[in-house]
Nanobody
Framework: VQLQASGGGLVQPGGSLRLSCAAS????????MAWYRQAPGKQRELVAS???????TYANSVKGRFTISRDNAQNTVYLQMNSLNSGDTAVYYC?????????????WGQGTLVTVSS
């Protein structure tokens, strides 16, 4: 099982980006899919998560600006990021709870860099 993240890049303050993360391999079921981020010198933090029934949670710092969504048929999770500011600069990682045979496993994508700068 692999998670492949994409969509990062350089964006100006106030701009938008959309991250994608696709799970591939022998997958029977996916429960929670989430996005984390890690800024330089800081700990990794949860940005947003979505259950298989699309119940979502967000970090307070991104509420109202970021939207997590998923396509269960494509085993893909997205993060739409609007009104970006310098505080959003970080490496973004996708994470998923995947069942490919017992037991359930926790998987991480490779990370995609988001830089917000003028």
């Amino acid at each position: 099982v692999q998670l492949q993240a994409s969509g990062g890049g350089l964006v100006q303050p106030g701009g938008s980006l959309r991250l994608s993360c696709a799970a591939s391999g022998s997958i029977f079921s996916i429960d929670i899919m989430a996005w984390y981020r890690q800024a330089p010198g800081k700990q990794r933090e949860l940005v947003a998560s979505s259950t298989s029934s699309s119940s979502t949670t967000y970090a307070n710092s991104v509420k109202g600006r970021f939207t997590i969504s998923r396509d269960n048929a494509q085993n893909t999770v997205y993060l739409q990021m609007n009104s970006l500011n310098s505080g959003d600069t970080a490496v973004y990682y996708c994470n998923a709870q995947i069942y490919s045979g017992p037991p359930w496993g926790t998987y991480w994508g490779q990370g995609t860099l988001v830089t917000v700068s003028s």
